[in-house]
């Protein structure tokens, strides 16, 4: 079974500094990566994914994210962050199997100020 | 596309009372999903369906039941509601089952059990 720990429930920026929200898992067979977004009121969208290939991957909205194998890292980043970046962020994982299901972190709430 | 559509936005039930949240699609999707999202739990996995006719249980299946007789619509079902079923509902759906398929999400059903 896969699990997934986001180690920041809140962050607070300003806007144009960057961030990093920080998320790590665990799992006894290679995985799939995911950050989804969910502003509010809204339900999630996918911000960008982790399948193969590069580890650094570019997603919506100027993120991108690092896949770090020997760490069992994906966190995410973004250089300047905007106040309409302002929403809760969830990493998922998900076994690379026929059928494996998502599993979401607890989510990181990510406050732009200005 | 209307994409994945639920119903209704907010409902208040009483101790005891049963009722239906809708949930459809119009992508054609095989997989579909139900999760709820309590404060700092992230997204738990209700019950899951890859296709007409088939149902599984996911993480928190207890006190809920789920049919899928067409592609494009899954209900999930309170028997008898409590209070711990006060939460926040959002239904998914991908292509197909397997956990590289991005989700889509509907905007959520917000719960409140008396």
């Known amino acids: 079974a896969q699990s997934v720990t986001q180690l920041d429930s809140q962050v607070p920026v300003f806007e144009e500094a960057p961030v990093e929200l920080r998320c790590n898992y665990s799992?006894?067979?290679?995985?799939?990566l995911f950050w989804y977004v969910q502003y509010p009121n809204q339900g999630l969208q996918l911000l960008l994914k982790?399948?193969?290939?590069?580890?650094l991957v570019k997603g919506i909205n100027g993120f991108e994210a690092e896949f770090n194998k020997s760490q069992t890292s994906f966190h995410l980043r973004k250089p300047s962050v905007h106040i309409s970046d302002t929403a809760e962020y969830f990493c998922a994982v998900s076994g690379q199997g026929g059928s494996e299901k998502l599993v979401f972190g607890k989510g990181t709430k990510l406050t732009v100020n200005p | 596309n209307a994409g994945v559509t639920q119903t209704p936005k907010f409902q208040v039930l009483k101790t005891g009372q049963s009722m239906t949240l809708q949930c459809a699609q119009d992508m054609n999707h095989e997989y579909m999903s139900w999760y709820r999202q309590d404060p700092g739990m992230g997204l738990r996995l209700i019950h899951y369906s890859v296709g007409a006719g088939i149902t599984d249980q996911g993480e928190v299946p207890n006190g809920y039941n789920v049919s899928r007789s067409t592609t494009e619509d899954f209900p999930l079902r309170l028997l008898s509601a409590a209070p711990s079923q006060t939460s926040v509902y959002f239904c998914?759906?991908?292509?197909?089952?397997?956990?590289?398929?991005?989700?889509?999400f509907g905007p959520g059903t917000r719960l409140t059990v008396l």
């Open positions: 799992s006894s067979v290679s995985v799939y």
């Open positions: 982790y399948l193969s290939g590069s580890t």
């Open positions: 998914a759906s991908s292509y197909l089952a397997g956990g590289f398929n991005e989700q889509f």
